[in-house]
Nanobody
Framework: VQLQAYGGGLVQAGDSLRLSCAAS????????WGWFRQAPGKEREFVAK????????GYADSVKGRLTVSRDGAEDTMYLQIKNLELEDTAVYYC?????????????????????WGRGTLVTVSS
């Protein structure tokens, strides 16, 4: 499975941004996919997830209400829409996919729960 995230850039606080993640390869192995982010000097943290088919969206408590995760029904592409960007949203955003038949506690999602990773895309929010 290959994942490629794109859409990051330099934006102003209060703006909106949409990130995309394209999946290819053995996508039949994917059970769910999602987004993580890593701010400078901080650990990588879970942001949002969605099932491979596009159902059951879930979000970290810290971002609920401002982020929307979705997928394109026809293309193997996942999106992360971020509204009202804040300086604290500055981070490298990674898309990741979870393989079928592997356990996970959806109340405590960790990077180690996802087996496939793309290269991140940098989002920088300026004031």
């Amino acid at each position: 499975v290959q994942l490629q995230a794109y859409g990051g850039g330099l934006v102003q606080a209060g703006d909106s941004l949409r990130l995309s993640c394209a999946a290819s390869g053995r996508t039949s192995m994917i059970y769910a996919w999602g987004w993580f982010r890593q701010a400078p000097g901080k650990e990588r943290e879970f942001v949002a997830k969605i099932s491979w088919s596009g159902g059951m969206p879930g979000y970290a408590d810290s971002v609920k209400g401002r982020l929307t995760v979705s997928r394109d029904g026809a293309e193997d592409t996942m999106y992360l829409q971020i509204k009202n960007l804040e300086l604290e949203d500055t981070a490298v955003y990674y898309c990741a996919a979870k393989r079928r038949y592997t356990p996970i506690n959806w109340t405590r999602v960790a990077p180690s729960d996802f087996q496939y990773w793309g290269r991140g895309t940098l989002v920088t929010v300026s004031s």
